[in-house]
C-alpha cells in the first residue's frame, strides 16, 4: 500500500518575512521540504500533493516542485479565496483564504487513499512517517472494530517546539482516560521566559504556566478520503456563522477537535522519537541548519540528497 503526502505550501509567512517554505536549509542548499520527502517515501508515501496560492505557481514549481518531480510522482492544487460550497462567497473585504481546514479540502480531487497533512517549512523526522505509515496498515481493522473512522496525528512536547525568537501558536492535545486523543486546544502566544520557563496569557491579563511536557499538534495528521466529506460539512458550519468575516480562519486543529467531541471518528496520538523543529521566524534558520548538519553528521542523512 503507498500513501500521498499532502503538504500545506499557500502560507505567506508573514512573521517569517517571506516564503518559508524556499529558504535552505541543508549543505547543497537543500529545502525543508526535500528532507520530508526523502524520510516519507523511505516510509511508503510515494506522491507529494503541493497546496499552494495560484500567484505562486511558477516560482514554485521552479524553486520547489522541480526538486521532487525526479524522484516522486507530484501533484499541485490551489487554495482559492472564491473555493467556497453554494450559496456562500467570499466578502467584499476579504483577501486571505479560509485557513488550513480549506487548504486540505482543495486537495480532495487528486488524493488517491490514505494521505498524511504536513506543513512545508516544518521537519518531523523520519519516525513521524514511519509511524504514520504503520497507523494506516492497521486503521482498517480498527476503523472496522470501532465502527467510526480512525485517523492519527504525531505529536511533539510542547518544550520542543518553542522559538527562542517570538511566540508562538501551538494546538495542545487533550487525551481522555485511555489516552486517546479527544481534543485539541488552540493555545495562542506561548512563550520561554528567562529563566526557561512556558507560559501563555490568558484574556484578563494573568499568565498560565506550562510545563513544556505538554504534547502538541504540529499538524502532521493522517487520515482517509472519508474525512473530505466530514470536514466538508463542518466547513459548511463555518461558513454558516463566520462566512461574513473578512479574518476569520477555519483551522483544520478546530475541526478535528469538533469531529472527535461529536464522536465521529476515532484519533490516535501517535509520538515520534525524531526531533522537530521549525521556522516560525528568520531567526530560526541558523538553527535549523544546526539542527540538519547535526544530523549529517550522524549518519541519518547524506551529505547532499
Known amino acids: 500500500m503507498t500513501y500521498d503526502l499532502v503538504v500545506l505550501a499557500a502560507g505567506v509567512g508573514s512573521r517569517f518575512g517571506g516564503l518559508k517554505q524556499v529558504e535552505p536549509v541543508g549543505p547543497g542548499g537543500e529545502l525543508v521540504i526535500e528532507y520530508s520527502a526523502h524520510d516519507a517515501r523511505r516510509a511508503g508515501f510515494d506522491r507529494v500533493v503541493f497546496v499552494i496560492r495560484r500567484d505562486i505557481e511558477q516560482a514554485f514549481r521552479a524553486a520547489v516542485g522541480r526538486r521532487l518531480e525526479a524522484r516522486m510522482d507530484v501533484a499541485y492544487v490551489f487554495q482559492e479565496l472564491g473555493n467556497l460550497p453554494l450559496p456562500y462567497t467570499p466578502p467584499p473585504g476579504r483577501v486571505k483564504p479560509w485557513g488550513t481546514g480549506q487548504a486540505v479540502l482543495a486537495a480532495e480531487p487528486v488524493v488517491r487513499g490514505p494521505f498524511a497533512v504536513i506543513n512545508a517549512d516544518d521537519f518531523y523526522g523520519a519516525s513521524a512517517y514511519r509511524a504514520l505509515a504503520g497507523h494506516f496498515r492497521d486503521a482498517g481493522a480498527a476503523e472496522a472494530a470501532q465502527g467510526r473512522p480512525v485517523y492519527a496525528l504525531v505529536g511533539y512536547p510542547l518544550r520542543q517546539t518553542l522559538s527562542e525568537h517570538g511566540a508562538v501558536n501551538r494546538g495542545v492535545c487533550v487525551t481522555d482516560a485511555a489516552g486517546r486523543l479527544s481534543g485539541i486546544d488552540e493555545v495562542m502566544k506561548i512563550e520561554r521566559t528567562p529563566d526557561g520557563r512556558m507560559r501563555h496569557p490568558l484574556a484578563w491579563g494573568e499568565w498560565r504556566q506550562l510545563s513544556g511536557d505538554e504534547m502538541v499538534s504540529m499538524t502532521f495528521f493522517g487520515f482517509t478520503p472519508v474525512f473530505f466529506g466530514q470536514l466538508r460539512g463542518l466547513f459548511v458550519d463555518f461558513l454558516g456563522k463566520y462566512g461574513r468575516s473578512e ?5 483544520l486543529p478546530v475541526a478535528v477537535g469538533g469531529l472527535l467531541q461529536a464522536g465521529y471518528a476515532e ?7 525524531d526531533a522537530w523543529f521549525g521556522m516560525t521566524y528568520r ?9 540538519l548538519r547535526r544530523l549529517i553528521d550522524q549518519g541519518v542523512y547524506p551529505e547532499r540528497l
Do not use: I, W
Open 267 to 273: 484519533m490516535r496520538l501517535l509520538k515520534s522519537d
Open 283 to 291: 531567526q530560526d534558520v541558523p538553527g535549523a541548519r544546526t539542527a
Open 247 to 251: 479574518t476569520a480562519e477555519f483551522y
